[in-house]
C-alpha cells in the first residue's frame, strides 16, 4: 500500500488499524511522539550546530515544526536553503519535490537530507515525465505543439520542472499562477497553455482570473489513450489541464459550505486555489497559504473562519488565535497523509545519523535535469513586477 492509497474515513465513523497512524481521525491530530524523543532531537540538533539548517513546511506535524529553524512554503523554502550556503546539511521537513527544489537552489557541496522517503505528494505523482512526453508527442501531431507554452506548478518534480525548460515553459506558484499564464500567452501567436500537475489551480487562475472560459479548457486524462481528447479538440483548446488534484484540496465540497453557513452566521469561507472550482466560486477569499495564513492574522477577534487547507495548518492558526473562531471546511479528512510521514522519530534518526557522520536519505537531482529546472524555474524569477512572496509562495 502506498501513501495515497491509505483510508480516510469520516470523523467519529470508523478505524482502520492498519493505516498509518492518525489516519483514522479521531477529530483531533496524532498525539505527539514520545517526549524522549524532544531531548534526543535537542541534542542532536546542538551538537550539530551550524552545519544542519532544518526546513518546516507549514504542513508539518507541531512536533516536527517545534525543531525548524524556518517554517514556509516548499520554494520560500528552498531559496531559505540557498541562502545559508555555510549549512553543509539541509534537513528539509516537507515531501519529495520540497527536497528537490532545494537540491537544485544549494550548492553541490551541500547535502539535502528528507527525513523519509516515504513522503511524496500525490499531486506531483499525477504527472509523470513519460506521461507528459506522451502528451507533447499527441499536441505535436495535433498540430499545435508549436503554440503550447507548458506551465509547471511548483508542486511537480524535478524532471517535469526540466521539461518545461527544455520546450520554453515555466514554474508557476499558486500567488503568481495569473502572472505566469498572462507570460505564457504573451509568447506566441494563439498560444495555448499545458498546464499541470493540478487542473484545479489551472482552471481556477484562467477563469476568473484572466477570463477564459469554461468552453476553452479541456482536461488531459494520462490514463487514457490521446488524453481522452481528440485532434480536434486540443486544437480548439486554450487551456489545456492536467487530470491532476491535491488529495486534501481537491476533497473539499461546496456542500459543506452551505452547511457551514447555516451552522455557523457569519462565518467567512477562506480557500486555497488548489480546491474544485465550485468551492472557489462559493468562498468568500482565494489565496495561497501564506495569503491565508495573513487573512487570519489580520482579521478581527470575534470573527469567525472556515479554512479550506491542510488540517496541520488550520489547527496551528485555530490554536495561534483563540479570539477568532476558525474551523476546519471538511469534517471527511485529516491531514496530508504523505506529508506527515515525517514525525519526529523520523526526524531524530536523520539527526542523529548525521552526528554520527552518516548523511542518511539525501535528495540529488542530476545535473542535466538540474539545469533544465533552474531555467524554467528562472523564467518565473525574471518576470517584471513579480513580488518576492509570489515568486516563493505554493
Not at 112 to 134: F, H, N, T, W
Not at 191 to 201: T, Y
Request: glycine share 6%; hydrophobic share 40%; charged share 25%.
Amino acid at each position: 500500500m502506498t501513501t495515497v492509497d491509505l483510508p480516510l474515513l469520516p470523523l467519529g465513523r470508523g478505524t482502520d488499524l492498519n493505516s498509518e497512524r492518525g489516519v483514522e481521525c479521531p477529530g483531533d491530530l496524532p498525539a505527539a511522539s514520545d517526549p524522549d524523543l524532544v531531548k534526543r532531537a535537542l541534542a542532536a540538533k546542538e551538537k550539530l550546530g551550524e552545519k544542519v539548517f532544518v526546513l518546516g513546511h507549514h504542513y508539518q506535524r507541531d512536533e516536527v515544526i517545534q525543531f525548524a529553524d524556518v517554517t514556509g512554503d516548499s520554494f520560500k523554502l528552498a531559496r531559505d536553503a540557498a541562502a545559508r550556503p555555510d549549512a553543509e546539511y539541509i534537513v528539509f521537513c516537507g515531501v519529495h519535490f520540497m527536497a528537490e527544489s532545494a537540491d537544485i537552489l544549494t550548492s553541490p557541496s551541500q547535502a539535502v537530507i528528507l527525513p523519509d522517503l516515504a513522503a511524496g505528494c500525490s499531486m506531483a505523482d499525477m504527472a509523470r515525465l513519460g506521461q507528459v512526453e506522451k502528451a507533447w508527442e499527441a499536441l505535436s501531431e495535433a498540430g499545435v505543439a508549436e503554440q503550447v507554452v507548458p506551465v509547471t506548478y511548483m508542486n511537480s518534480s524535478a524532471d517535469i520542472k526540466a521539461f518545461c525548460g527544455r520546450h520554453d515553459g515555466v514554474v508557476c506558484t499558486s500567488s503568481n499562477a495569473q502572472a505566469v499564464l498572462e507570460w505564457a500567452f504573451d509568447q506566441k501567436d494563439d498560444a495555448k497553455v499545458l498546464f499541470f500537475p493540478d487542473q484545479h489551480l489551472g482552471r481556477n487562475t484562467a477563469v476568473l482570473k484572466l477570463g477564459v472560459s469554461l468552453g476553452d479548457c479541456v482536461v488531459w486524462d494520462p490514463l487514457k489513450p490521446g488524453g481522452g481528447l481528440s485532434a480536434e479538440e486540443l486544437r480548439a483548446a486554450k487551456v489545456i489541464l492536467w487530470k491532476g488534484h491535491c488529495s486534501v484540496h481537491g476533497r473539499f465540497s461546496p456542500d459543506t459550505i452551505d452547511d457551514l453557513r447555516a451552522e455557523i452566521p457569519g462565518v467567512q469561507i477562506l480557500v486555497h486555489p488548489e480546491c474544485q472550482h465550485e468551492v472557489v466560486l462559493k468562498a468568500d477569499l482565494v489565496g495561497s497559504t501564506e495569503f491565508i495564513i495573513s487573512t487570519i492574522e489580520a482579521a478581527p477577534a470575534g470573527s469567525a473562519w472556515a479554512i479550506g487547507t491542510e488540517l496541520n495548518l488550520v489547527k496551528r492558526l485555530a490554536d495561534a488565535h483563540p479570539d477568532k473562531r476558525i474551523v476546519f471546511l471538511d469534517r471527511t479528512v485529516c491531514y496530508c497523509s504523505t506529508m506527515n510521514r515525517i514525525d519526529l522519530p523520523h526526524l531524530v534518526w536523520a539527526l542523529e545519523s548525521l552526528v554520527e557522520g552518516q548523511v542518511v536519505n539525501r535528495i540529488e537531482v542530476d545535473p542535466d535535469t538540474e539545469r533544465y529546472a533552474k531555467l524554467a524555474l528562472q523564467r518565473m524569477l525574471d518576470l517584471p513586477g513579480l513580488s518576492p512572496t509570489q515568486a516563493q509562495d505554493d
